[in-house]
């Protein structure tokens, strides 16, 4: 898979953007601030429709579209080849009146080949993978941080993931609501009925995938992590659900968690769904009280360590960023795994974190894949074999021009 053309309308810096994309390397330098990382992020977004840097999708409209023009659009239009086939994905950010009050609402929307989609329909069309330094919080970060990292792996995989994503959060937050009001009003439990099968069908597949993906994460991670240290670490990942979905059903005390995937990838989606259906049941008076669910994928940990230390807690930054790195390889082996298609890389001022080993081995993965991206501040991080082998282009206040 590769990205044969990437155009930009009033996008974060640029009010208009047009470039032409060979299939291998091309490698973005320049200043801080002047559009490098922006051009990933919008390569990214075709991938995950969310940002990987902004709180907010507002923020990524221009800045200089004039306030009084009602509504403003920003657009991002991707071509690419997968498989032989070529594709259009456009993605537009619109920003309109919402009455006649003054305030404004904002949507974004997506077509692919011309044809509106919805976004759950499109997540694996276009697949990227980004190294960013900030990613590291996925082990300093909270739980949501790693439980994002391993939603956006997914959505990108399995299908029908973001479906199920998206459906568990709208069936979490309408129980939550009448979990508030039984609290504050009363009245039968089994009005939660409807809203935990919902939860419970959705959340086993969302357990499901997670369980699978990780399985195979470990060992692909595993693999690069030892060829980074040299055999000295041993990269384990540990899933914490917030309840143990190895429970049986014979009324055995159930575990306080799965701490070894293998033993969790034997059980099936049902299996789940049964478990978790139980689970909600034998809380509802500890939620009722709560005003909120406290068991299911939405409470679900993931740790990282390294020789049996934690990473999150314990771990120095060398031991992180290798980690990252280990994790970056896997998955896009992984991708290529369950797609077929080798993913488009994105190396967003990586290479300043790295000592020569890790530069050298990062730069090796960029032999693999078809297509990569990658910014620097400071060519000279790079060895001039590499810098005469790929292209070169300089990016200065939002202009792109391609170096010889």
């Avoid at 977004?45 to 659009?73: C, G, H, Y």
Wanted: aromatic content about 8%; overall charge neutral.
């Amino acid at each position: 898979m590769h990205l044969t053309r990437l155009s930009l309308t009033n996008f974060r810096i640029f009010s208009r953007l047009e470039l032409d994309f060979p299939r291998r390397v091309i490698l973005f330098h320049g200043a801080n601030a002047q559009g490098k990382t922006t051009i990933l992020e919008a390569v990214s977004f075709m991938a995950l429709f969310t940002s990987f840097s902004a709180s907010s999708d507002r923020q990524l409209l221009n800045f200089n579209l004039p306030e009084a023009e009602p509504i403003k659009v920003g657009r991002i239009v991707g071509e690419f080849e997968r498989g032989g086939r070529k594709n259009t994905l456009e993605v537009r950010l619109i920003q309109e009146p919402n009455g006649g009050n003054g305030s404004t609402r904002f949507r974004k929307e997506a077509l692919l080949n011309g044809v509106n989609r919805r976004f759950s329909e499109l997540y694996g069309q276009f697949n990227a993978v980004s190294f960013l330094p900030q990613m590291a919080k996925i082990f300093e970060g909270g739980p949501s941080d790693r439980r994002r990292y391993l939603d956006e792996i997914l959505c990108q995989i399995e299908p029908g993931y973001s479906k199920h994503l998206l459906r568990y959060n709208q069936a979490m937050t309408r129980r939550n609501a009448l979990l508030k009001r039984l609290g504050e009003f009363g009245g039968p439990p089994d009005q939660l009925d409807y809203w935990d099968g919902m939860l419970a069908e959705h959340g086993a597949h969302l357990m499901r995938g997670r369980i699978s993906v990780l399985t195979q994460l470990e060992e692909l991670a595993r693999q690069s992590h030892e060829q980074l240290t040299q055999g000295g670490e041993i990269l384990r990942l540990e899933y914490q659900p917030s309840f143990d979905p190895t429970r049986v059903l014979s009324g055995q005390i159930a575990l306080p968690g799965v701490q070894r995937l293998a033993e969790a990838s034997a059980i099936g989606t049902k299996e789940i769904e049964t478990c978790f259906l139980i689970e909600l049941i034998q809380h509802r008076k500890d939620d009722i009280m709560r005003g909120s669910t406290s068991s299911g994928p939405h409470r679900d940990e993931l740790r990282f360590l390294a020789n049996q230390v934690d990473l999150g807690d314990y771990g120095s930054r060398g031991q992180m960023r290798t980690a990252l790195l280990s994790l970056k390889f896997a998955e896009v082996d992984l991708m290529k795994q369950r797609s077929g298609e080798w993913p488009v890389l994105l190396l967003d001022e990586v290479m300043a974190e790295l000592d020569p080993v890790r530069r050298a081995a990062l730069l090796g993965l960029l032999d693999k894949v078809e297509q990569a991206f990658v910014t620097t501040t400071d060519l000279e991080m790079f060895e001039p074999g590499f810098l005469a082998q790929h292209e070169v282009w300089k990016v200065q206040r939002g202009v792109v021009t391609k170096e010889t």
